[in-house]
């Protein structure tokens, strides 16, 4: 089907895989290459009886261009052998205009126990898409619509970007009730055979719903189950660069939000993070820089506009917004943090922030004397302590934002919220509209209101 078409599957359920390379839609051509369900019914790839051998897939596009896969449902595809990686949908190579439209993903995964010091060995993903050739990429890719559940990762994530793809949009799907990483954009990790495209960039994460991702019953984090480790980040960047993350929802994830570096001396730069909620996860909301002093950076990214709300669940001090090892020249504004019974607002343990802007942000805890900031180490006690000691924040306030119905998980404001329209301009925020359409910045002088919602 060179010429593009769609091919439809009849509902019902299929022991094999499918794998298209190269030919279909070809770079170039006008042609697109649909594969879907049957109209009103789902087709099933039912890995129950396959093998993984190596790196396997029930579906896999090897240098595909312009193919789009749709409203299928993929499951029980798994191994409990070390070093074999088990995945729903294996994008590779290079190519344009690949989509994965509406597909339910599940029940994929390894047992195998892990090997060694790093607990390596155990890997698999539901949506997996590897830029692996240079200077050619995965360009043009849109995500959209999927739902990916109860994966078995071991170190991997249920939907990730590696290496050199670019131009993407992962929008409105729904991650949840897995034992690693949700939603992950990558870079250098040697994927692209030359580290100048190393990194998945200029692209938007929208509108997903990330949910119950946790590595605490993941032995790839520790053998002793529960293991403590609370690692697993509903959306995370990795090393990624000039992504959009906004409108989404992440709850009950170990980290809610999170845009660091793994790799020393390399940095995840230029993300911008708006109008999300991000609410109610164990050891924090929004996380940023290594997680020690052997990782990375966090550079010249801003975190605007969003609902942080509750998150420190576990009441471990990590507070709603966790600012770890080397943050450079980043903005936080216009968010509402508002703390749970921890009352932890901001964690930043180390001296290495150079340049942080802080301002404009709503704080609230449920008891203001209680309230801490640790601000470059130093802990402080109440909000004027914090904003006198730290040097920042002058124009934020301490107020109950008065959420409309947080017990119901309605985040949105009250009439009277003191985080009405009471923002600073911001054209980046401005640029899109909050979570409900609504355009941002209507109050007086381009005022927006603090949070996610106008």
């Given amino acids: ?11 019902g359920v299929y022991g094999q895989r499918l794998r298209l390379a190269g030919e279909p839609g070809a770079a170039g051509s006008a042609a697109r290459l649909t594969v879907a369900s049957y109209p009103s019914e789902t087709a099933v790839l039912d890995g129950t009886n396959l093998s993984v051998e190596g790196t396997g897939s029930l579906i896999e596009l090897d240098g595909a261009s312009r193919v789009t ?25 290079a190519g344009q205009g690949v989509r994965l439209l509406d597909n339910r993903i599940h029940d994929i995964g390894s047992t195998a126990a892990p090997v060694g010091r790093e607990l390596a060995g155990r890997d698999a993903h539901g949506i997996a898409v590897y830029g692996t050739e240079a200077p050619a990429s995965i360009s043009d890719l849109t995500i959209a619509g999927n739902e990916l ?32 990483i949700g939603i992950d954009a990558i870079g250098f990790e040697g994927t692209s055979p030359d580290e100048r495209y190393d990194q998945a960039r200029d692209g938007v994460i929208r509108g997903n719903t990330v949910t119950d991702s946790t590595s605490v019953r993941n032995p790839s984090y520790g053998r002793s189950i529960p293991n403590g480790s609370y690692s697993a980040g509903g959306i995370y960047v ?27 001396g390399r940095s995840t730069s230029g993300i911008i993070v708006r109008s999300n909620v991000v609410v109610r996860n164990a050891m924090t909301g929004i996380a ?32 709603q917004l966790y600012l770890q090892f080397d943050v450079r020249n980043n903005i936080i504004r216009n968010n509402i943090f508002a703390a749970s019974a ?43 302590a914090y904003v006198k000691g730290s040097g920042g924040d002058a124009h934020s306030l301490f107020a109950d934002p008065l959420f409309a119905d947080p017990a119901s998980g309605s985040f949105r404001l009250q009439a009277g919220s003191p985080a009405s329209r009471s923002g600073i301009a911001d054209p980046v925020l401005a640029a899109a509209p909050d979570p409900d359409g609504l355009p941002r910045g209507t109050g007086s002088g381009g005022r927006p209101s603090r949070g996610a919602y106008e």
């Fill in 149 to 180: 559940y109860r994966l078995t990762l071991g170190s991997s994530e249920a939907l990730v970007l590696n290496g050199n793809v670019e131009q993407f949009v992962v929008e409105n799907n729904r991650v949840h009730d897995n034992d690693n």
């Fill in 1 to 11: 089907m060179k010429t593009g078409g769609t091919v439809y599957m009849r509902g």
């Fill in 69 to 93: 896969i749709r409203g299928l449902e993929l499951r029980n595809y798994k191994t409990s052998k070390a070093d074999r990686v088990p995945i729903g949908i294996h994008v590779h190579g």
């Fill in 342 to 384: 921890s009352q932890a607002l901001i964690l930043n343990e180390y001296a290495e922030n150079v340049g942080s802007r802080m301002d404009d942000n709503l704080y609230f805890a449920p008891n203001a004397k209680q309230a801490t900031w640790t601000w470059k180490n130093k802990t402080y006690t109440g909000f004027a």
């Fill in 288 to 319: 940023m820089g290594g997680y020690d002093k052997d990782r990375g950076s966090t550079t010249d990214s801003i975190v605007t506009g969003n609902t942080v709300a509750y998150n420190d669940t576990l009441e471990w001090g990590t507070g």
């Fill in 238 to 264: 990795d090393g990624g660069r000039d992504i959009v993350i906004e409108h989404n929802r992440t709850e009950r994830n170990d980290i809610g939000i999170e845009i660091a570096s793994e790799h020393s």
